[in-house]
């Protein structure tokens, strides 16, 4: 009668936690009757008393499958796949079964450490970005993302790679400062006026007072300048001057635009509220 041999060796095992002989008899009985959290349960203790690496392998590796596909608990898959890891590193089942559980976990950085020993970051990025085109939920396409860009920022040196990851993710979260500082030195130095405009447009939502001043001029000088849009240039210039009345080349910059624009009206606008602020 399982249930009755279920409770005496339970009974044993309340004495002797330990107790081998109890925890190989319950680990039987709890698969029969498919009792898989009482099984995990004793496949732990069991790891933690086994000696021989052969034993203790064998049973980490049911442990983690329990965990993982029984349980659907991947936060203690992956713990004993590690212990597995710590005792085999060489063991590729393993590591395959860390990476899935690591990745359902969305333990970027943890999954970092496991493939820079191996230095396979073409992989992982491959992995990340492949995932991230199957994944539905923002938040994570988002940290997918900004793990890839940084991946092929610090570990492959491939700044064109990175962008190309942060402008997916601006289209995710259009006013995400990060994405857009890390995309303003790229297209300066790619001459991308267009792309460099909107990431200045993304920090200028980030910016008040006098710190945005520097950005409104960039911007405004690249819709005069660069990309034939002096509408956008001249609102980004009266800004600017709201926020330096004084300045003369400020002032220099909205009466130039308006006058090739013919909308001296905003400029006078421009000219009035500010006086008032005084």
């Given at each position: 009668k399982p249930p009755v041999c279920i409770e005496l060796w339970a009974a044993v095992r309340e004495l002797e936690p330990q107790n081998p002989e109890a925890l190989g008899a319950l680990s039987t009985l709890y698969e029969r009757s498919r009792d898989f959290e009482n099984l995990a349960d004793v496949l732990q203790e069991q790891a933690l008393t086994l000696f021989e690496d052969k034993d203790r392998l064998k049973t980490l590796e049911k442990l983690a499958q329990i965990q993982g596909d029984r349980l659907k608990n991947d936060e203690a898959a992956a713990e004993a796949w590690r212990q597995v890891l710590e005792s085999n590193p060489g063991d590729r089942r393993a590591q395959e079964n860390l990476k899935k559980r690591l990745l359902a976990l969305r333990r970027w950085d943890d999954l970092e450490l496991l493939y820079e020993e191996?230095?396979?970051?073409?992989?992982?990025?491959?992995?990340?970005?492949?995932?991230?085109?199957?994944e539905k939920d923002p938040e994570t396409k988002v940290s997918m993302l900004l793990k890839a860009a940084d991946l092929w920022q610090t570990k492959k040196d491939k700044a064109d790679r990175a962008a190309r990851a942060y402008e997916?993710?601006?289209?995710?979260?259009?006013?995400?400062?990060g994405a857009a500082e890390a995309l303003i030195p790229f297209y300066e130095y790619a001459n991308n006026p267009k792309g460099l405009s909107e990431a200045i447009e993304v920090k200028l939502h980030?910016?008040?007072?006098?710190?945005?001043?520097?950005?409104?001029?960039?911007?405004?000088?690249?819709?005069e300048n660069r990309m034939r849009k002096p509408d956008l240039a001249l609102d980004r210039y009266i800004t600017a001057l709201t926020l330096a009345p004084?300045?003369?080349?400020?002032?220099?910059?909205?009466?130039?635009?308006?006058?090739?624009?013919?909308?001296?009206?905003?400029?006078?606008?421009?000219?009035r509220a500010a006086l008032k602020a005084f």
């Open positions: 191996s230095g396979k970051w073409d992989e992982f990025i491959r992995l990340l970005e492949s995932q991230e085109a199957r997916k993710f601006l289209k995710i979260d259009d006013k995400h400062l980030h910016v008040e007072g006098e710190e945005s001043l520097p950005l409104l001029q960039q911007v405004a000088d690249l819709y004084t300045d003369p080349q400020t002032s220099e910059d909205v009466e130039r635009v308006a006058s090739a624009t013919g909308k001296w009206d905003q400029a006078i606008a421009a000219y």
